[in-house]
């Protein structure tokens, strides 16, 4: 083994001789004849050297005054307003808006440019100060803007959760209706009184506004006034009107507590349905109606009326006994009471659904 080394170097030595000194395996030389290891070597010293540096520069910028709090406060809200300046002047956040708002515009996939400009609040939010508290809308008109959903379009008001139900009711009168302005329900009553909308308007012995409280928490609407509502100008009178207070009665209220009106403020001949252009007519005065009284729940009485409110064409068996939405606020269906005055058979449920009235009512109103 012994002879076997010395061979081996004897081998190395002659090669060395010839050829110059041999480079060790896996470490080539570069072009300046230096080994990758010695390379790492300098590379290493360049990296402490630049690691000694770094450390001086971090204590020298200890050393450093720090700016005051109002510098850098200062220097927040200018950021903020020029974060909240980008963006449409009139745009909001957006709302939990309504549900199908809300679902359509969670299953949309836009292009990035199809969104709108980041919202002021958005901004003024994420640019807050360091406590955590959030920034203010950048100016005292955001509230009256017009709200808008993720994608910049206004929404509907009437669709928009967000808004208190008088706004919403109040937007479904025309813009070009005359009393669409008008703040009291007097006012409304007597602009009625001189005005012709349809023919039956031109017929009619007295109009048939309403009556009742003009704050009341509960509104009572029926389809049209009858004979002896035509004659006496006031809705639900005669036997149907008698039946009408005894079931209000029944659930501790007087006439004078609520407010009851029709849908139609005068009467069609002979007492038949409501043609689509009498309600289209007549229909968005009971919506200022609404509007001006603000009442907490609605019972709409007989099939017509329930259906007209609602938009649908359903039978009374399927509208009653439920709550319905009418633009956040709680609407029921039930009987006439004409239609009790010849089948008592429906004086049971009809007492089911005015329970279920008075329970909600004391529920919003938080009385007993």
Known sequence: ?????????????????????????GEPESED???????????????ETATAATAQDVQNARSQPTPDKASRDAEGETATTDDAADGPADERGPTDTDENTTSDAASASPDAG??????T?????????????????SSPSDASMPNRDLFGNEVDPTE?????????????????APYREIDSLADLEEWVAQNTLVPIDEDRTNPVFGVGDPEANLL????APGANEDEQGEPFVGRAGQLLDKILEAINFQRQD??????????????RDPLAEEVDAHIPILYKQIALIQPAVILCVGKVAAN???????????????????????LYATYHPAALLRNSNWKRPTWEDVKLVRTRYDELTGTS
Request: glycine share 8%.
């Open 33 to 47: 004849g230096r080994s990758a290891r010695e390379q790492d070597g300098d590379t290493q010293a360049k990296s």
């Open 220 to 223: 009572i609407i029926g389809e």
């Open 114 to 119: 199809d969104l709108p400009a980041p919202s």
């Open 160 to 176: 928009d959760p967000s808004r208190p139900p008088r706004e919403r009711v109040g937007a479904l009168v025309p813009d070009d």
């Open 121 to 137: 609040v958005s901004d003024t939010t994420a640019t807050g100060s360091s406590d955590g508290a959030s920034s203010a809308p």
């Open 1 to 25: 083994m012994r002879t076997l080394l010395q061979q081996l170097r004897s081998l190395i030595e002659r090669e060395a001789a010839m050829h110059g000194p041999l480079v060790p395996l």
């Open 308 to 330: 007209t409110m609602l938009d649908r064409r359903s039978s009374l068996g399927s509208l009653r006994g439920k709550e319905h939405d009418f633009y956040g606020i709680p």
């Open 258 to 271: 609520v407010y009851i009106a029709n849908i139609l403020k005068s009467r069609p001949p002979n007492n």
